[in-house]
């Protein structure tokens, strides 16, 4: 039988890791900069919190977990996003007595059962943001600058900012009942997927991607004009600072995003080389989620983004990714007495981070420089009978072709 993977999933194959350690290392070094520490939660958590803290009718929860009882009869969820167990951890450990302010970042996979696209996947990497314990604007702003920086350090400079504000938990509530009068003399125009929101997820009807519903939604009353004064403001606040800043984004009235326990400041950047399903990430504020988990109230905002994503769009943009490592020096050994010297040798070399290689199938002279050659070896060490007599080995610099007997003590030193 010839196994597959399962659906939805991918392999990273050797030839495509370095970008995924490049990209990665961007993430932590972009991170460390901003002054974010990193955290690291279960790949599975009880289900309850994704109920609780993610919101029982969001499609993450009604359609898309990862779900099953573990064998103590307990519910289990594999992790579909990344706030609500940072929060879960945050409460559970009591970080705010440690201090008031937490900048924390993750960097990890996710699981939701989706249909698969291009970029999505149903286990797939994600580095994500959050700070928790103030609602200052520049928290907002803080989060939207460090996912900027990590894009344009990857040669993502072609994306949109989006901006919304769903205002508070009252004014949400208030103004899905404007939204659904409106709606009613259309609801059988609907499409069958918002037909069903219109009761249980009415504010997810405007960013349906159905055309129809699109064409419905566009007289629809916006949010920002039923906000409060003071979520009005706040909003404000924002907005202008990242005109400040020289921020590009757009107010888009569509963007309310998918999770039940986001408040006020709604953002997301959209790449076009991403065709239909066009968000390389997004955020925003839940003041409310920690309080919702059992913590005291607590302010906060995140953010989450795919890195299959992100690489996509890298690679569109023709970034170029720094080349794999290679092995400095090759080691050929001509018989089995050379073979324990070149090891011995390579032990040395290793404890003193000098990469090497060496043949392990047996190969010819010719084979093995080819083999060296390939690797783009600066060196190729040879070890044979004469060489294991005079205690020294040839050492040939594959630039030029220049040779030199070198003791075998003494490869790191002739290297320098």
């Known amino acids: 039988m010839k196994f597959q993977k399962p659906k939805g999933t991918k392999d990273i194959l050797p030839k495509d890791i370095n970008k995924w350690h490049f990209a990665e290392k961007t993430v932590r070094e972009v991170s460390a900069l901003f002054n974010f520490s990193e955290i690291r939660t279960p790949t599975f958590e009880y289900t309850d919190l994704f109920n609780r803290g993610v919101g029982s009718e969001t499609d993450i929860v009604g359609k898309e977990m990862y779900t099953f009882p573990d064998k103590g009869g307990d519910s289990i969820t594999l992790r579909p996003e990344g706030t609500a167990p940072v929060m879960r951890a945050y409460v559970e450990n009591s970080m705010s ?29 994600q580095f994500g943001g959050e700070i928790i314990g103030s609602d200052s604007i520049y928290t907002d702003v803080e989060l939207i600058m460090l996912a900027k920086e990590v894009y344009n350090r990857l040669g993502i400079l072609n994306f949109k900012i ?3 504000s769903i205002g508070k938990s009252d004014e949400r509530k208030s103004y899905i009942e404007t939204l659904r009068e409106f709606l009613k003399s259309n609801i059988n125009e609907l499409s069958e997927e918002s037909k069903k929101r219109f009761e249980t997820n009415a504010l997810r009807i405007l960013d349906s991607k159905n055309p129809v519903d699109r064409k419905i939604t566009e007289e629809a009353p916006k949010i920002l004009d039923h906000l409060g004064s003071e979520s009005r403001s706040r909003f404000d606040m924002v907005v202008n600072e990242l005109t400040r800043l020289g921020i590009n ?48 109230p607590t302010p906060g905002v995140g953010f989450g983004s795919g890195m299959e994503r992100i690489l996509m769009v890298a690679e569109k943009n023709g970034f170029e990714f720094p080349e794999p490592s290679k092995p400095k020096i090759y080691f050929i050994a001509l018989n089995e007495d050379a073979k324990k010297t070149a090891f ?43 060489e294991l007599k005079k205690n020294k080995g040839l050492l040939k610099t594959m630039s030029d072709g220049s040779q030199a007997e070198v003791e075998f003590n003494k490869i790191a030193d002739y290297l320098k």
């Open 344 to 386: 011995e040798s390579m032990t040395e070399l290793r404890k003193k981070n000098i990469s090497c290689e060496t043949d392990l199938l047996g190969r010819s002279f010719k084979a093995q420089m080819r083999e060296a050659n390939k690797l783009e070896c600066l060196f190729v060490f040879i070890i044979g009978e004469e």
């Open 249 to 296: 984004y757009e107010i888009d009235f569509r963007l309310v995003r998918g999770l039940d326990y986001y408040t006020d400041t709604t953002f997301e950047f959209i790449s076009e080389d991403l065709g239909a399903q066009d968000a390389i990430g997004g955020g925003g504020r839940y003041d409310g989620l920690i309080e919702l988990l059992g913590g005291k």
């Open 97 to 125: 007595a440690e201090q008031p302010l937490h900048k924390l970042y993750y960097l990890t996979s996710m699981f939701r059962y989706e249909r698969p696209q291009s970029g999505r996947y149903r286990e797939h990497s």
């Open 162 to 164: 989006k901006l919304n």
